[in-house]
């Protein structure tokens, strides 16, 4: 069976406890092969297994109901260090999710990525992908990249996590998103910046990311719609350097003292803030992503406002649509969109 194809069962009336041989028929199989995999004999291969143990469930058969998969599936995941805030948000809720989905018998394996070095990113995909079940991955878009989850999509699901890689032949995108979510970046600017307005200057790590290029087509757009006197003035790309967001900044204050927001989408905003204080003016400070630190800078109000897609839930989310893929949770595997939240001072 295809990783990407959903067994096709159908439920069968019952009114009275089912039987080994319900379960063959629903599931296609013979009730040899039933009797193997719901009395733990072995022998059956995986995708075998995981029909038989899919049209039980169905059934309601009382002995599998709390049953664990007999076979461990791996799952690579794909995603910057922690140095990154929002990936060590990420690698957190990966390992939460190893405890959370033991009953699936699904393991998730965190292999670090830097995104700036393409090359060596397209050589983990290839090399993870040959060795687990499913990859995991939040990654720049380049061509390299998308030939390579494109040749390791053909034999497993690959789900893209909070960034797209939309011309991959990836199995599924879990995330926000971000075109909306750079619109409501870009009418929180018009609104705290008001009928002045003033010029806007965007930080982001690397605009190949196609979750952060979105962001910044976003707001642009609600900026040149509904708030003329916002004007954006210039995007910089830190190559995810946090030390480098703010210099970035700094330097564009001594340039242009008509800076008066800055949109903030990546590593850095303690080193924005630092920046924004010792500059002097009033500029107003728009990022996303809650981390502990940004929850810190925010009740300072020293950030306008944090836009977060909650790692958690994503992470949450993307290991749900695996399971489908591979069987072991029922519905087919899908693209999902996930919510993102406004926090501000008073709800931080």
Not at 170 to 194: I, K, N, W
Request: hydrophobic residues 45%; positive net charge.
């Amino acid at each position: 069976m295809a990783f990407n194809q959903t067994v096709a069962i159908e439920r069968m009336p019952m009114t009275r406890k089912p039987t080994i041989s319900d379960v063959a028929k629903l599931a296609g199989l013979s009730t040899a092969t039933v009797d193997r995999v719901l009395n733990d004999r072995g022998g059956v291969a995986p995708e075998k297994e995981v029909r038989v143990l899919s049209a039980a469930r169905r059934l309601k058969l009382g002995r599998v109901l709390t049953r664990r998969y007999s076979r461990v599936l791996r799952i690579a995941v794909l995603i910057q260090s922690s140095v990154n805030p929002f990936h060590a948000a990420l690698h957190q809720a990966f390992r939460a999710a190893n405890g959370a989905y033991a009953d699936l018998n699904i393991q998730f394996l965190i292999h670090h990525i830097w995104p700036s070095d393409v090359g060596r990113i397209a050589k983990a995909i290839r090399s993870v992908g040959a060795q687990h079940d499913g990859l995991i991955v939040s990654s720049p878009e380049e061509r390299r990249i998308a030939a390579a989850v494109r040749d390791i999509a053909r034999r497993i699901p690959v789900v893209t996590l909070a960034t797209d890689l939309p011309d991959s032949g990836r199995s599924a995108y879990v995330g926000p998103d971000d075109m909306m979510a750079g619109r409501v970046a870009g009418d929180l600017m018009g609104r705290f910046l008001g009928r002045e307005g003033g010029d806007v200057v965007l930080i982001a790590g690397l605009l190949s990311v196609v979750g952060q290029r979105q962001r910044q087509a976003g707001f642009r757009q609600v900026l040149s719609e509904h708030y003329p006197n916002c004007r954006f003035h210039s995007a910089f790309e830190t190559n995810e350097d946090a030390e480098r967001a703010g210099l970035v900044v700094a330097q564009a204050l001594r340039d242009n003292s008509a800076i008066r927001g800055v949109y903030h989408i990546t590593a850095g905003a303690t080193e924005i803030v630092a920046a924004l204080r010792a500059q002097g003016p009033a500029v107003t400070l728009i990022t996303h992503e809650l981390t502990q630190e940004r929850r810190a800078l925010l009740r300072e109000r020293a950030i306008a406002a944090v836009i977060d897609q909650n790692a958690e839930f994503e992470v949450r989310t993307a290991a749900e649509v695996m399971a489908r893929f591979l069987g072991r949770a029922d519905g087919p595997g899908a693209t999902t969109h996930t919510p993102v939240q406004i926090y501000t001072p008073e709800n931080a």
